[in-house]
T-cell receptor, first 115, second 114 residues
Framework: KAGVTQTPRYLIKTRGQQVTLSCSPI?????VSWYQQTPGQGLQFLFE???????NKGNFPGRFSGRQFSNSRSEMNVSTLELGDSALYLC??????????????FGEGSWLTVV | GDSVTQMEGPVTLSEEAFLTINCTYT??????LFWYVQYPGEGLQLLLK?????DKGSNKGFEATYRKETTSFHLEKGSVQVSDSAVYFC?????????????FGQGTRLTINP
Protein backbone atom coordinates (compact mmCIF):
# COMPACT_ATOMS: atom_id res chain seq x y z
CA LYS A 1 0.00 0.00 0.00
CA ALA A 2 1.09 3.58 -0.61
CA GLY A 3 3.18 5.27 2.03
CA VAL A 4 2.95 8.77 3.42
CA THR A 5 2.99 11.22 0.52
CA GLN A 6 4.18 14.80 0.86
CA THR A 7 4.00 17.56 -1.69
CA PRO A 8 5.83 19.52 -2.87
CA ARG A 9 9.18 17.84 -2.33
CA TYR A 10 11.26 20.95 -2.90
CA LEU A 11 10.41 24.61 -2.85
CA ILE A 12 12.09 27.97 -2.60
CA LYS A 13 10.31 30.95 -1.10
CA THR A 14 11.19 34.54 -0.34
CA ARG A 15 11.18 36.05 3.12
CA GLY A 16 7.75 37.36 4.03
CA GLN A 17 5.88 34.94 1.79
CA GLN A 18 3.72 32.12 3.03
CA VAL A 19 3.82 28.43 2.16
CA THR A 20 1.44 25.49 2.35
CA LEU A 21 2.68 21.92 2.54
CA SER A 22 0.48 18.90 1.99
CA CYS A 23 0.51 15.42 3.43
CA SER A 24 -1.53 12.34 2.53
CA PRO A 25 -1.25 9.68 5.22
CA ILE A 26 -1.28 5.94 4.71
CA UNK A 27 -4.78 4.79 3.93
CA UNK A 28 -6.73 4.19 7.13
CA UNK A 29 -4.34 6.12 9.34
CA UNK A 30 -6.05 8.70 11.52
CA UNK A 31 -3.16 10.45 13.25
CA VAL A 32 -1.01 12.87 11.28
CA SER A 33 1.87 14.75 12.84
CA TRP A 34 4.43 17.21 11.53
CA TYR A 35 8.09 17.63 12.41
CA GLN A 36 10.71 20.18 11.48
CA GLN A 37 14.29 19.05 10.88
CA THR A 38 17.19 21.48 10.88
CA PRO A 39 20.93 20.92 11.35
CA GLY A 40 20.95 23.08 14.46
CA GLN A 41 17.79 21.99 16.27
CA GLY A 42 17.44 18.44 14.99
CA LEU A 43 13.97 16.94 14.77
CA GLN A 44 11.29 18.93 16.55
CA PHE A 45 7.59 18.20 16.94
CA LEU A 46 5.32 20.77 15.34
CA PHE A 47 1.80 19.44 15.89
CA GLU A 48 -0.41 16.38 15.72
CA UNK A 49 -3.87 16.04 14.23
CA UNK A 50 -6.27 13.29 15.13
CA UNK A 51 -9.88 13.19 14.02
CA UNK A 52 -9.50 16.65 12.45
CA UNK A 53 -8.48 18.19 15.78
CA UNK A 54 -5.09 19.62 16.65
CA UNK A 55 -4.07 17.74 19.76
CA ASN A 56 -1.11 19.87 20.74
CA LYS A 57 1.53 22.08 19.27
CA GLY A 58 5.24 22.22 19.80
CA ASN A 59 7.21 25.30 20.73
CA PHE A 60 6.65 27.17 17.48
CA PRO A 61 5.22 30.63 16.87
CA GLY A 62 1.71 31.28 15.66
CA ARG A 63 2.99 31.65 12.09
CA PHE A 64 2.97 27.86 11.98
CA SER A 65 -0.49 26.40 11.60
CA GLY A 66 -2.15 23.35 10.16
CA ARG A 67 -5.34 21.47 9.64
CA GLN A 68 -6.64 18.00 8.93
CA PHE A 69 -9.46 17.13 6.59
CA SER A 70 -12.14 14.48 7.01
CA ASN A 71 -10.14 12.06 4.82
CA SER A 72 -7.18 12.50 7.22
CA ARG A 73 -5.12 14.45 4.70
CA SER A 74 -3.31 17.33 6.35
CA GLU A 75 -1.80 20.65 5.42
CA MET A 76 0.56 22.88 7.29
CA ASN A 77 1.03 26.55 6.62
CA VAL A 78 3.83 28.90 7.51
CA SER A 79 3.13 32.60 7.09
CA THR A 80 5.56 35.51 6.95
CA LEU A 81 8.48 33.24 6.22
CA GLU A 82 11.83 33.88 7.88
CA LEU A 83 15.25 32.63 6.86
CA GLY A 84 15.26 30.35 9.91
CA ASP A 85 12.23 28.49 8.60
CA SER A 86 14.44 26.82 6.02
CA ALA A 87 14.20 23.15 6.93
CA LEU A 88 13.01 19.71 6.00
CA TYR A 89 9.38 19.36 7.04
CA LEU A 90 8.38 15.79 7.72
CA CYS A 91 4.88 14.44 7.92
CA UNK A 92 4.15 11.23 9.78
CA UNK A 93 1.06 9.06 10.10
CA UNK A 94 -0.07 6.25 12.33
CA UNK A 95 -3.15 4.11 12.62
CA UNK A 96 -3.92 5.29 16.11
CA UNK A 97 -2.00 6.65 19.11
CA UNK A 98 1.51 5.37 19.67
CA UNK A 99 0.93 4.17 23.20
CA UNK A 100 -1.28 1.47 21.70
CA UNK A 101 1.82 0.02 20.11
CA UNK A 102 1.24 1.40 16.65
CA UNK A 103 4.07 2.62 14.50
CA UNK A 104 4.61 6.09 13.15
CA UNK A 105 5.57 6.16 9.47
CA PHE A 106 7.25 9.14 7.82
CA GLY A 107 7.03 10.66 4.39
CA GLU A 108 10.01 11.76 2.30
CA GLY A 109 9.62 15.32 3.49
CA SER A 110 9.30 18.76 1.92
CA TRP A 111 12.52 20.71 1.62
CA LEU A 112 11.82 24.40 2.15
CA THR A 113 14.44 27.02 1.42
CA VAL A 114 13.72 30.63 2.35
CA VAL A 115 15.86 33.24 0.59
CA GLY B 1 10.21 16.58 30.32
CA ASP B 2 10.75 13.52 28.18
CA SER B 3 14.10 13.39 26.42
CA VAL B 4 16.44 11.12 24.50
CA THR B 5 20.22 11.19 24.55
CA GLN B 6 22.19 9.24 22.00
CA MET B 7 25.83 8.70 21.30
CA GLU B 8 27.44 11.57 19.51
CA GLY B 9 28.90 10.97 16.12
CA PRO B 10 30.18 10.76 13.64
CA VAL B 11 31.01 7.08 13.90
CA THR B 12 33.30 5.54 11.31
CA LEU B 13 33.78 1.78 11.08
CA SER B 14 35.21 -0.74 8.66
CA GLU B 15 32.94 -3.19 6.89
CA GLU B 16 32.09 -6.26 9.00
CA ALA B 17 32.85 -4.44 12.26
CA PHE B 18 30.52 -4.63 15.28
CA LEU B 19 28.30 -1.62 15.81
CA THR B 20 26.85 -0.15 18.98
CA ILE B 21 25.06 3.18 19.15
CA ASN B 22 24.06 4.07 22.68
CA CYS B 23 20.68 5.57 23.50
CA THR B 24 19.21 6.49 26.87
CA TYR B 25 15.91 8.13 27.63
CA THR B 26 14.06 10.02 30.32
CA UNK B 27 10.30 9.61 30.47
CA UNK B 28 7.57 10.03 33.03
CA UNK B 29 5.48 7.13 31.73
CA UNK B 30 6.09 3.98 29.72
CA UNK B 31 6.95 5.07 26.20
CA UNK B 32 7.48 3.02 23.09
CA LEU B 33 11.02 3.17 21.76
CA PHE B 34 12.14 3.39 18.15
CA TRP B 35 15.19 3.54 15.96
CA TYR B 36 14.79 5.40 12.69
CA VAL B 37 17.34 5.66 9.87
CA GLN B 38 17.75 8.51 7.42
CA TYR B 39 19.63 8.15 4.16
CA PRO B 40 20.94 11.26 2.39
CA GLY B 41 18.15 13.39 0.97
CA GLU B 42 15.40 11.16 2.30
CA GLY B 43 12.85 11.04 5.09
CA LEU B 44 12.95 8.77 8.11
CA GLN B 45 12.55 5.03 7.82
CA LEU B 46 11.57 2.90 10.77
CA LEU B 47 14.36 0.46 11.55
CA LEU B 48 12.95 -1.27 14.62
CA LYS B 49 10.76 -0.69 17.65
CA UNK B 50 9.93 -2.00 21.12
CA UNK B 51 6.78 -1.20 23.00
CA UNK B 52 7.46 -2.52 26.52
CA UNK B 53 10.27 -3.40 28.87
CA UNK B 54 12.47 -6.35 27.83
CA ASP B 55 11.07 -6.33 24.29
CA LYS B 56 13.72 -6.80 21.62
CA GLY B 57 13.24 -5.11 18.29
CA SER B 58 15.13 -6.46 15.30
CA ASN B 59 15.37 -5.81 11.57
CA LYS B 60 18.01 -6.23 8.84
CA GLY B 61 20.52 -7.56 11.36
CA PHE B 62 20.04 -4.65 13.76
CA GLU B 63 18.79 -5.27 17.30
CA ALA B 64 17.86 -3.19 20.33
CA THR B 65 16.41 -4.23 23.70
CA TYR B 66 14.14 -2.01 25.80
CA ARG B 67 15.86 -1.87 29.19
CA LYS B 68 13.66 -0.17 31.75
CA GLU B 69 16.13 -0.58 34.60
CA THR B 70 18.84 1.34 32.74
CA THR B 71 16.42 3.44 30.62
CA SER B 72 18.33 2.42 27.53
CA PHE B 73 17.68 1.21 23.99
CA HIS B 74 21.12 0.66 22.47
CA LEU B 75 21.32 -0.25 18.77
CA GLU B 76 23.63 -3.12 17.78
CA LYS B 77 24.64 -4.95 14.63
CA GLY B 78 27.13 -7.76 14.46
CA SER B 79 28.60 -7.05 11.04
CA VAL B 80 28.00 -3.72 9.31
CA GLN B 81 27.97 -3.13 5.57
CA VAL B 82 28.78 -0.08 3.46
CA SER B 83 25.05 0.23 2.73
CA ASP B 84 24.41 0.85 6.47
CA SER B 85 26.00 4.29 6.16
CA ALA B 86 23.29 6.74 7.23
CA VAL B 87 22.11 8.86 10.16
CA TYR B 88 20.43 6.90 12.97
CA PHE B 89 17.88 8.42 15.33
CA CYS B 90 16.69 7.00 18.60
CA UNK B 91 13.23 8.15 19.65
CA UNK B 92 10.62 7.64 22.30
CA UNK B 93 6.95 7.77 21.46
CA UNK B 94 4.23 8.72 23.88
CA UNK B 95 1.18 10.83 24.32
CA UNK B 96 2.56 14.01 25.83
CA UNK B 97 0.23 16.85 26.80
CA UNK B 98 -2.56 15.34 24.75
CA UNK B 99 -0.54 14.82 21.57
CA UNK B 100 1.03 11.67 20.22
CA UNK B 101 4.60 12.64 19.57
CA UNK B 102 8.07 11.32 19.02
CA UNK B 103 10.95 12.82 20.97
CA PHE B 104 14.20 12.31 19.08
CA GLY B 105 17.82 12.13 20.01
CA GLN B 106 20.23 14.30 18.09
CA GLY B 107 21.13 11.59 15.58
CA THR B 108 24.34 9.65 14.98
CA ARG B 109 25.99 9.74 11.58
CA LEU B 110 27.47 6.37 10.70
CA THR B 111 29.99 5.86 7.91
CA ILE B 112 31.14 2.38 6.92
CA ASN B 113 34.33 2.12 4.91
CA PRO B 114 34.94 -0.84 2.60
Amino acid sequence: KAGVTQTPRYLIKTRGQQVTLSCSPISGHRSVSWYQQTPGQGLQFLFEYFSETQRNKGNFPGRFSGRQFSNSRSEMNVSTLELGDSALYLCASSLDRVFSGNTIYFGEGSWLTVV
Amino acid sequence: GDSVTQMEGPVTLSEEAFLTINCTYTATGYPSLFWYVQYPGEGLQLLLKATKADDKGSNKGFEATYRKETTSFHLEKGSVQVSDSAVYFCALGAVIQGAQKLVFGQGTRLTINP
